[in-house]
RNA sequence: GCCCCCAUCGUCUAGUGGACUAGGACGCGGCCCUUUCAAGGCCAAAACUCGGGUUCGAAUCCCGGUGGGGGCACCA
């Protein structure tokens, strides 16, 4: 079977930890089967639909290496909704309704008042033609229903096993607002069945659209005599790491706010795509091998946690196994040459952090002194000529053999005079790069 | 309010009536190693939401409580 899936995200918004999971997994899940990804930008919504959105919500999933086969916008199908719609009407699928915002707001706090589900009556159903052309005499658009069959939509969803949906307690969904605008419903449809997605992947909030959607989409086959019911697949959505929902927090769980705190996109597609599964969370930066063991079996059907403070440390682990080629433009531009890269990374939770550890080597720092007597022998003892290696363990040696100082005694008296800091890389590694001249002065105390 | 889904170590989970003394991974703690921290190696601690029922036997099946998630838009 030809895989093809699609991202659909509306560019209204940002892209956030949430929705990229999805588009995550119909990645991994196409790519694992040889498949196609389709990203298809649903902006039927023409007042909160923006071109920034758009643009930032693409640049987004290449950074994080989510490349797509095919992209196309809604908007640039409206002749084939049109075409569709029509063809609704004449089946008597589509019925137009003239009630106004208010009145459905009234009608729904009445039923839930009573203890019913807010479901729409159908009271447009039984207008008559005198009625609607009274409506439009004064002035009132409709706004257009899709009329749903009433019966149990059943299907096997990869995730859920064997899901049911009736469609008799579900509203007539609206697809054409008064103003004639789209509502993403059935252009989604459409597009699903037009452009043969073989799987939706997505998150269990849309449960319930699935069971009316598949009803829509079998009246698209019929329109289109051609085309067959894509699969479904919906995972269970995050939760906070307080264990509550997300949505209030998404905000500062966007894409774009972690790539500027400086997560890796590896981390980002490591953990998403193991959070939730029975597989172990591990780093990987080679998002191909993340698609070779995605398998829906092992997804479980609980919400799973997100947890930020997971995300950073991941991404310090990835960091610690990066090579300098895998980075180097970035490292480059930041002026961290290789020796210096490989010197610091086992320290870094961020690559960013790269740069203050040149700071540290390269530039000018106080020195703490925390013990002066054996500081003020060490400057003395620091080899001349050019450091290797092998220098530190040698100085260290002879500092050792001249104060008597050992363990943490000897070893952090000299790295808080030569960095100024509590902790950090292997002095060994460092040592040579900060060279002896500078490690004389620091060691006696002076700023270099 | 109504409907749907879910519930195992701190976290993600394995588990489909006896093979469970409940397994793994991450994290946490301890030890070793490195003449510091980190990294690495080893070792430990740590869970079946509660109450009923079915059964010779229940983490597993049924009912109920509690808790969490989702849905019930002229949003997506």
């Not at 990869?158 to 605008?181: F, H, K, N, W, Y």
């Not at 995050?238 to 500027?260: F, H, T």
């Not at 997971?310 to 490292?331: D, F, G, T, W």
């Not at 930041?334 to 952090?353: F, Y």
Request: with cysteine.
């Amino acid at each position: 079977m030809t895989v093809t899936v699609r991202f659909a995200p509306s560019p209204t918004g940002k892209l956030h930890v949430g929705n990229v999971r999805a588009a995550l997994w119909n990645w991994l899940f196409t790519r694992s089967r040889g498949g196609e990804f389709i990203l298809r930008i649903d902006d039927t919504d023409k007042e909160r639909s923006t071109k920034e959105n758009e643009d930032r919500i693409r640049s987004d999933l290449e950074w994080l290496g989510l490349c797509w086969d095919k992209t196309f916008s809604q908007s640039s199908r409206f002749s084939e909704y049109d075409r569709v719609s029509d063809a609704f009407r004449d089946r008597q699928l589509l019925y137009p309704c003239y009630e106004t915002a208010e009145e459905l707001d009234r009608k729904r706090r009445l039923q839930r008042t009573r203890g019913l589900p807010p479901v729409y009556d159908r009271a447009a159903l039984d207008l008559t033609d005198a009625q609607r052309g009274a409506f439009e005499a004064e002035g009132r658009r409709p706004h257009w229903r899709f009329k749903l069959s009433h019966e149990t939509v059943k299907w096997i969803d990869l995730i859920r096993g064997e899901t049911v949906v009736d469609t008799a307690s579900v509203s007539d969904p609206v697809l054409i607002r008064e103003d004639g605008m789209y509502l993403y419903t059935l252009p989604s449809c459409i597009d699903d069945i037009d452009y043969s997605i073989s799987h939706v992947i997505r998150g269990e909030d849309h449960v319930t659209n699935a069971g009316v959607q598949i009803e829509i989409m079998k009246a698209v086959i019929e329109v289109r005599r051609a085309g067959a019911l894509p699969r479904f697949a919906h995972h269970s959505l995050l939760i906070g790491a307080d264990g509550q929902g997300l949505s209030k927090r998404l905000g500062s769980l966007s894409i774009e706010q972690m790539r500027a705190d400086g997560i890796e996109p590896s981390a980002i597609t490591s953990l998403l795509a193991k959070l939730g599964t029975a597989e172990p969370v591990l780093p990987q930066p080679n998002i191909m091998e993340l698609a070779k063991s995605f398998d829906f079996e092992k997804v479980g059907r609980a919400p799973a946690r997100f947890d930020e403070s997971e995300l950073v440390a991941l991404n310090a682990k990835i960091l610690h196994e990066l090579p300098y080629a895998a980075i180097a433009n970035r490292l480059s531009a930041i002026g961290v040459s290789e020796e210096l890269w490989n010197a610091v990374k086992g320290n870094l939770s961020r690559i960013a952090d790269a740069s203050l550890w040149k700071a540290v080597i390269e530039g000018e720092i106080d020195p703490v002194i925390e013990d002066r007597a054996l500081s003020e022998k060490a400057a003395s003892l620091v080899p001349m000529g050019p450091l290797t290696s092998d220098s530190w363990d040698s100085f260290v040696n002879e500092v050792k053999a001249q104060t008597g100082a050992k363990g943490r005694a000897l070893f952090h008296p000299l790295r808080l005079a030569l960095t100024g800091m509590e902790k950090g890389p292997e002095m060994a590694a460092i040592f040579p790069l900060i060279g002896g001249e500078k490690a004389r002065v620091r060691l006696s105390g002076k700023r270099a």
